[in-house]
Structures are given as C-alpha cells and as structure tokens.
C-alpha cells in the first residue's frame, strides 16, 4: 500500500497568517493527488486536484503544488471559515489512501 | 443539483448484515465511476471501495479490510449504488459516505470529476 504521510498533525494559527500542510507519499504517485477540507459533522469537501487545480468554488488563497513523492497545499491569508481538517488522497494505485489529517485551529 | 444521498444505516449485532443504498442526482449516473468511504468516530476518512462504470464493466476494488465481506454493487437504472456488508466487525463503526469520482472509458480522462460530490454520510454502528 502506499503510505501517506502528513504534517503537521495540528497547528494553531490566526487569521491572515499563510499556511502550509505537507504530504509526502511512498512511493511515488505522480500526479494522482487530491485535498480535501472537512468541518466538524460534515462530509469532506474536495478542494484540489491532480496536485494543483483548484476545485470550482474555492477561493484562490487556496493552492496545492509539488510532485512524485512532496506535495503542499498552501493557504494564503487564512480566514476564519478556513479553521478545519485537512486531507490529502492518493489514487496511484489501490487501495487508495489518505494522510492522516492537519488538524488547523485558532490561534 | 448535483447530489449524492445514502441510506441503510443502523444499529447492528457483530457478525450481522447490512445493506447500504445511494442514491444520485442531477448527474448521469452511469457515466461515473462511484466509491464508498467511511470515517469512523474520531479517525480520518478511509477508502473502502469502488465501483467503475459500465464503460469499464463495473469492475470493482475493494480495501484490504473489508474485501470477502463487503460487496459493492450499482443499478444505473435507478442511478443508484448500493454496499452490501456482511460478518460486520466493531471496527466497521464509522459513517458511510457515497462518492462520485471519475468519468470516462479511462479514469483519467475524467479526474475533473474524482471524489468531487459527497454524500452527508449514513451512521453504521455494530455492536452488541
């Protein structure tokens, strides 16, 4: 199975504040990578895509970049709706699998 | 709208059964490859199994920790997906959700779609 790696755990940050959540995937998996964003009591959101497009409806603080095995999602000036869990996926090869989850809080 | 709505979920005794059903909407359901996930309480989300369109057969994957015991299954008829689970473990406590993902004779042809529309979930809970 590949493994999906992910850091931070948590973090606490205020408003404003860029944020960058980390994936890193054994072995690679090329551009098979998707992030996710889920609130308390709700269904995962979809977020981004193949790495780096963004999901129709999001906003464009929200970014995703790397590649083969490093993968980021970066959150620029954060905004208190963006206070949530973060997932990332990998759909290389089954079973898929995703990270453990960046847990982002108010600071 | 888009939208994806699951049903069948419940309490169940370890060892028993259940049958899990989606419904979807606003899409043309056959098109779609569609998965099933599931959180349990407190843990992060878990891929559990796939079906692929009718383009691909309905072939199906399974997670390692459900395979022999889960059975994923679709009738595009109806638009529907269903997850016939048996011999139910304590560990399979978690909410179901339905998922739409790729589309397409080749998935990739389709990732503008993979695991973009989520369903609200359906709580299993197995226990005695």
């Known amino acids: 199975d590949i493994q999906m790696t992910q850091s931070p755990s948590a973090m606490s940050a205020s408003v404003g504040d860029r944020v960058t959540i980390t994936c890193r995937a054994s072995?690679?998996?090329?551009?098979?990578l998707v992030w996710f964003q889920q609130k308390p009591g709700e269904a995962p959101k979809r977020l981004i895509y193949?790495?780096?497009s963004l999901q129709t409806g999001v906003p464009s603080r929200f970014s995703g970049s790397g590649s083969g095995t490093e993968f980021t999602l970066t959150i620029n000036s954060l905004q208190p709706e963006d206070f949530a869990t973060y997932y990332c996926?990998?759909?290389?090869?089954?079973?898929?699998?995703f990270g453990g989850g960046t847990k982002v809080e108010i600071k | 709208e888009v939208q994806v709505v699951e049903s069948g979920g419940g309490l169940v005794q370890p060892g028993g059964s259940l049958r899990l059903s989606c419904a979807g909407s606003?899409?043309?359901?056959?098109?779609?490859?569609m998965d099933w996930v599931r959180q349990a309480p407190g843990k992060g989300p878990e891929w559990v199994s796939r079906?692929?369109?009718?383009?691909?057969?309905?072939?199906?994957e399974y997670a390692p920790s459900v395979k022999g015991r889960f059975t994923i299954s679709r009738d595009d008829s109806k638009d529907s997906l269903y997850l016939q689970m048996n011999s139910l473990k304590t560990e399979d406590t978690a909410v179901y959700y339905c998922?739409?993902?790729?589309?397409?004779?080749?998935?990739?042809?389709?990732?503008?779609?993979?695991?973009?529309?989520w369903g609200k979930g359906t709580t299993v809970t197995v226990s005695s």
């Open positions: 998922v739409r993902s790729c589309s397409g004779t080749s998935c990739s042809d389709g990732y503008y779609y993979y695991m973009d529309v």
């Open positions: 193949t790495i780096s």
């Open positions: 996926l990998q759909h290389s090869s089954y079973p898929l699998t």
């Open positions: 072995p690679g998996i090329n551009n098979h």
């Open positions: 079906s692929r369109n009718k383009a691909n057969g309905y072939t199906t």
């Open positions: 606003g899409f043309t359901f056959s098109d779609h490859y």
